[in-house]
């Protein structure tokens, strides 16, 4: 048998012309021409691979789309654009600075630099960065906090057009030459803070006097050289003054009697004034006019005051009459310190005080009878201080939590309170904040039960702050509970209860071991030595 063998492009006899010239090899330059349009065109439809499937088989090219990325923020106007960078603070602006050109620019917007804040960079951002951002905000800013930047030097630019609020609270290097030459230079400040500054006297008083006739707000606290009798005499010009601030700062009978002449007064902070007596709280109130019951309360000029700061005085009972009925919208009360108030005198104040929601009665010489008395009458008490207060027990303390529905922080640090006061705490149905700092009479099963009423009621979630060895599993069991893994909640508290109950008994077999050791008998009594020692003293009774 003869095979014929096919000859050579024998294979495109039966093809129709338009497959044979698709089948032509092509040029060296169609080959490239044809393979760069290939690469940039893709198929919609698989490629048949037979080479008879070809006949009337169309062909349909489609041009390639690739991604490309799109700023959808330029597309904004430049009023949304200010707007978005609005919400950013100082730092997160100046790492825009370096974006680009048109960042930079949008960044120097005036809209963006009305307030300047310092607090979270003040002591990484050097001198010379300081000063220039401090000549670019300059005709902008209208709030500027420099709070404990101690790389300020006399020489800084210290001229700003639309300045309203100062902040130098911790500026040391700042001279009063400086200071005062920077009150003259800016008139109608609102808010002024020079707390610290030693370089702060009579002069610097006198300057902001001048220049700023409507100061609302004044903090003065811990300057040194500023007098009593330049100080009694420039609070007279503030008549608008709504916050004053002099801690540790010397007081006599004319300062509260200029104090007693600010109508608008809302915040007063007095702490630490160690000269501060109970005749110059009545003065402050009543001013010079005699105190009876002649006397209406219309005398009393204090009835707009909201919070009040006497922490750390040497007032006594004595001042609870001139501050009963005086004081009706009061709604933030610090004693702290003050070891001669009594229960007595508390509970004849808070009477009057309906409004409070603060209340600080750290280190302070109170009992059960004065928690009993902000139980029945300061319904809308929210923060508590207690710490310190040796003299309270779990019976007040647990009238406060049963009684105040609006209570969300109590602090009870260094007390005798005992595990009854958590087990108050996990059964109630709101949310709040504890702390039990050095508690000696707390043990870790009344921490427990905390975080066994949050994975319980995780809506009423109650964070605690407790003894440094507590804290981790503490804060654990609370990060679980926030991210809703209430199964990692429970397993954190079956290990922690694993954990504590190995460690008690470890403690215990230790005890045991060393009581062996020194030759003690622990029974009900209490330990015994029945060793040598023992022996060695029963030689006399008597004796």
């Known amino acids: 048998m003869i095979l014929s063998m096919p000859r050579r492009g024998g294979g495109q006899a039966n093809m129709p012309a338009h497959a044979k010239e698709a089948s032509r090899p092509q040029s060296r330059e169609?080959?490239?021409?044809?393979?760069?349009?290939?690469?940039?065109?893709?198929?919609?439809?698989?490629?048949?691979?037979?080479?008879?499937?070809?006949?009337?088989?169309?062909?349909?090219?489609?041009?390639?789309?690739?991604?490309?990325?799109?700023?959808?923020?330029?597309?904004?106007?430049?009023?949304?654009?200010?707007?978005v960078l609005f919400f950013l603070q100082t730092k997160e602006l100046v790492r825009c600075m370096p974006v680009c050109r048109a960042w930079q620019e949008l960044v120097y917007d005036g809209a963006l630099w009305k307030v300047l804040d310092t607090e979270t960079f003040y002591a990484q951002i050097p001198a010379v960065q300081l000063r220039k951002m401090l000549e670019r905000?300059?005709?902008?800013?209208?709030?500027?906090?420099?709070?404990?930047?101690?790389?300020?030097?006399?020489?800084?630019?210290?001229?700003?057009?639309?300045?309203?609020?100062?902040?130098?609270?911790?500026c040391r290097t700042l001279g009063g030459g400086t200071l005062n030459a920077f009150f003259s230079r800016h008139e109608n400040l609102a808010a002024v803070d020079v707390s610290g500054l030693q370089a702060i006297d009579a002069s610097s008083l006198l300057a902001l006097e001048s220049h700023s006739p409507r100061l609302e707000a004044l903090?003065?606290?811990?300057?040194?050289?500023?007098?009593?009798?330049g100080m009694a005499k420039t609070l007279k010009a503030w008549p608008e003054l709504q916050d004053l601030r002099i801690a540790e700062c010397g007081v006599?009978?004319?300062?509260?009697?200029?104090?007693?002449?600010?109508?608008?007064?809302?915040?007063?902070?007095?702490?630490?004034?160690?000269?501060l007596k109970d005749t110059d709280l009545k003065t402050m109130?009543?001013?010079?006019?005699?105190?009876?019951?002649?006397?209406p309360e219309r005398?009393?000029?204090?009835?707009?005051?909201?919070?009040?700061?006497?922490?750390?005085?040497?007032?006594?009972?004595?001042?609870?009459?001139?501050?009963?009925g005086t004081l009706p919208k009061l709604e933030k009360l610090e004693v702290a310190g003050i070891t001669e108030l009594t229960d007595a005198g508390i509970t004849q104040l808070v009477q009057h005080c309906p409004r409070l929601t603060h209340v600080d009665f750290e280190d302070c010489s109170i009992g059960d009878g004065a928690l009993q008395a902000l139980a029945s009458s300061c319904r809308k008490l929210r923060h508590l201080q207690l710490s310190h207060c040796s003299n309270i027990t779990d019976i007040g303390v647990l009238q406060l939590i049963d009684n105040l529905p609006a209570l969300q922080h109590l602090d009870l640090d260094n007390t005798k309170i005992t595990n009854r006061v958590l087990s108050g705490v996990a059964a109630k149905t709101t949310s709040m904040r504890i702390s039990?700092?050095?508690?000696?009479?707390?043990?870790w099963t009344?921490?427990?039960?905390?975080?066994?009423?949050?994975?319980?009621?995780?809506?009423?979630?109650?964070?605690?702050?407790?003894?440094?060895?507590?804290?981790?599993?503490?804060?654990?069991?609370?990060r679980a509970i926030l991210k809703g893994d209430l199964h990692s909640a429970r397993e954190i508290e079956k290990a922690w209860t694993q954990y504590m109950m190995q460690s008690s008994e470890e403690i215990m077999r230790g005890e045991a071991g060393r009581s062996r050791f020194l030759g003690l008998d622990v029974g009900e009594a209490g330990p015994r030595i029945v060793g040598r020692e023992t022996r060695r003293r029963r030689g006399c009774v008597i004796m």
């Open 436 to 443: 039990l700092y050095d508690c000696p009479n707390i043990s």
């Open 30 to 83: 169609a080959s490239a021409a044809t393979g760069t349009r290939a690469r940039s065109k893709t198929l919609t439809t698989p490629l048949a691979t037979p080479a008879e499937e070809l006949n009337g088989f169309s062909w349909n090219w489609s041009e390639s789309t690739s991604p490309t990325s799109t700023n959808h923020f330029e597309a904004l106007p430049r009023e949304l654009q200010t707007h």
């Open 252 to 275: 006599s009978s004319a300062v509260m009697h200029s104090i007693h002449g600010l109508k608008r007064l809302r915040r007063l902070c007095l702490s630490g004034c160690l000269n």
């Open 285 to 295: 109130i009543y001013g010079h006019a005699p105190f009876g019951l002649h006397y």
């Open 137 to 170: 905000a300059a005709p902008y800013v209208q709030h500027l906090n420099l709070r404990g930047c101690t790389q300020l030097r006399d020489d800084m630019p210290f001229t700003f057009v639309n300045l309203q609020s100062i902040n130098f609270e911790g």
């Open 446 to 478: 009344g921490v427990l039960s905390i975080l066994t009423s949050n994975s319980t009621r995780p809506t009423h979630l109650k964070k605690l702050k407790t003894f440094y060895g507590w804290q981790r599993p503490v804060d654990g069991h609370t």
């Open 219 to 229: 903090n003065i606290s811990y300057t040194k050289n500023v007098l009593v009798t």
């Open 299 to 324: 005398t009393a000029r204090m009835t707009h005051l909201v919070h009040l700061d006497i922490s750390r005085t040497r007032l006594t009972d004595a001042c609870i009459q001139y501050m009963c």
